[in-house]
């Protein structure tokens, strides 16, 4: 095979199939209303941990973009928005593999993971040099490994949240379509922050969620999403350090 025809192969290869379950195609019939049950009971839940997140804090928060408020709110995420999905998976007896959390096709995950880097974080530093941006980010920095390791406790439960738990529910119960409809809870969480980031989020949140479909796994979006905000951090201190300099 071709290098061209293996990066075709790579992103319009045969797309993958999500076979839907009994349990996937049962219906709730809400005054005639018919809606897949477990889909919708997700996106719901999904929708409901979201508002919670965003209005109650159980940690200490010390200001909006303070590093120690950030970490206590990766705390905070990885039990609201990773240890209880799952465990509503597990209580389910679902296999939470079917949720993104298997590894999914890896040659792609790699590939297009690698890629995803590649192409955006150049651009990513750049745009961190915006005053907008370098303001709101400049002083969440606080260590190289610092800055990952927060994002790691927050990204990927919210990756596992929005585009595990609800997007393959979705798969299963509207198809490709899912993609879209999961963009739209991303976005909105994103309201608030730097106006390029907000409107970033709707072209962003497709790209994840297209990678997960792709690739029937949320590692890829992952731990793109994981590079991609440690590096406007990181970047976005050195532009704030370079000018007050």
């Not at 009971?41 to 508002?51: H, N, P, R, Y």
């Not at 198809?175 to 106006?195: E, L, Q, S, W, Y």
């Not at 994840?208 to 793109?224: H, Q």
């Amino acid at each position: 095979m071709t290098p061209r025809a293996r990066l075709r192969d790579l992103f319009l290869g045969d797309p993958p199939v999500y076979p839907a379950t009994d349990r996937d195609r049962v219906e709730w019939n809400l005054a005639g209303l018919r809606v897949p049950a477990l889909a919708t009971a997700f996106i719901l839940l999904a929708c409901a941990l979201l508002l919670l997140d965003r209005n109650y804090d159980v940690l200490p928060r010390f200001g909006p973009i303070d590093p120690r408020s950030l970490r206590n709110q990766g705390w905070e995420r990885l039990v609201v928005f990773g240890l209880l999905p799952l465990g509503i998976l597990l209580a389910l007896r679902e296999d939470p593999r079917r949720y993104g959390l298997g590894l999914g096709d890896r040659r792609r995950s790699l590939a297009l993971g690698t890629l995803a880097v590649a192409v955006t974080v150049p651009v990513i530093a750049l745009i961190a040099g915006l005053p907008e941006i370098r303001a709101w980010y400049g002083p969440s920095m606080s260590t190289v490994p610092g800055v990952v390791f927060t994002n790691l406790l927050d990204l990927v439960p919210s990756e596992f949240l929005l585009r595990g738990f609800v997007l393959f529910a979705l798969l299963r119960a509207v198809g490709p379509f899912g993609v879209i409809i999961a963009t739209v809870p991303f976005a909105m969480i994103h309201i608030g922050k730097p106006d390029l980031e907000v409107l970033s989020t709707l072209g962003g949140g497709l790209v994840f969620g297209w990678l997960n479909w792709r690739t029937g796994s949320i590692w890829a979006s992952a731990l793109y999403h994981v590079a991609i905000q440690s590096t406007v951090i990181v970047a976005a201190a050195a532009w704030a350090g370079a000018a007050g300099g």
